[in-house]
């Protein structure tokens, strides 16, 4: 569904989509209601919903991918940061989840989901109902042929992403110390099995360092602009090898490689470096590495 052109396709599969997702929420968070007994299965409803969610906002984007491709990578890089863990647990290890997850029950894990849920949904309706104040101009664009400025505030949302990304590398290097200090006394399972204390502010901080990061992506600097935010993100990404994290290496890595094909995408069409083949064939490589 287009802000300016209201398609009835599009709107019924907008309809279809979030609607099944929001069904699956209510029917989730009334699970959960019900008592401890039915956590697992509020727990799994909400996956679903978040499937489905995502699949909405994709679908509801692609008819202006131009101008929501900043969402759209963050879209992404919140699932494969944030949400990948979780989607590949629930297939290939649902008999042990809490431990592959790391959570002491199914009331810390449902809870952690509904927070990282919580978070996708706000932005995702802050992101639309944003746009709503724009229609009015896009339309006047779209009369004149011209196109939607949206240099205006991709700057400054680049810079403040990197003030964050600058000022919370030093929590999120306080705790990946003390992970790293865990796994080296008690052995790689701790790292899957065991929490580390940390105090709740610096815990909140240090998780704000990869979503920075994220936005940071999505505003698709130029290369120049890149060194320094992916040198430091760099070290922790390798870093990241000493707590016996492989896959969260592997599917950081995967961020940074879609950042580079669509940055690759926008250049001509012989100057390109990603064939449609490159990129399938290291997507293929990259799922499998990260899960090897």
Known sequence: MS????????AVLDVLLFGAATVLFLASAVLRWMGSGYISGAFYLMVFGVLFFNAGALFHSLSHIYRDISFLLFLIAYN???LGRVYFNCIYYRHKILTALEADSW???????????????VFTIAYYAVGL?????ERQM???????????????LRQISKVILYVTSIPYFYVMVLRILAVMKDGYAVSFTKTVDIPGV??????????????????????KEMKLPLLVYGIYMVASLLTGRRNMMVTEAFMLFVYFVMRDYRRAKTKRYFTPKTVAVCIVVVIIAAYL
Request: hydrophobic share 50%; aromatic share 8%.
């Open 3 to 10: 802000m300016l052109h209201v398609k009835r396709t599009g």
């Open 107 to 121: 009331e810390n894990l449902y809870t952690a989901m509904a927070i990282v849920t919580t978070g996708l949904v």
């Open 133 to 137: 104040l724009f229609t009015k101009r």
């Open 80 to 82: 494969i940061l944030l």
């Open 142 to 156: 779209q009369k004149s042929r011209g196109k939607v400025d949206m240099h205006a505030y991709i700057p400054v």
């Open 202 to 223: 610096i815990s909140r901080l240090a998780a704000l360092f990869v979503p920075s990061f994220a936005v940071f992506l999505g505003t698709l600097p130029s290369l």
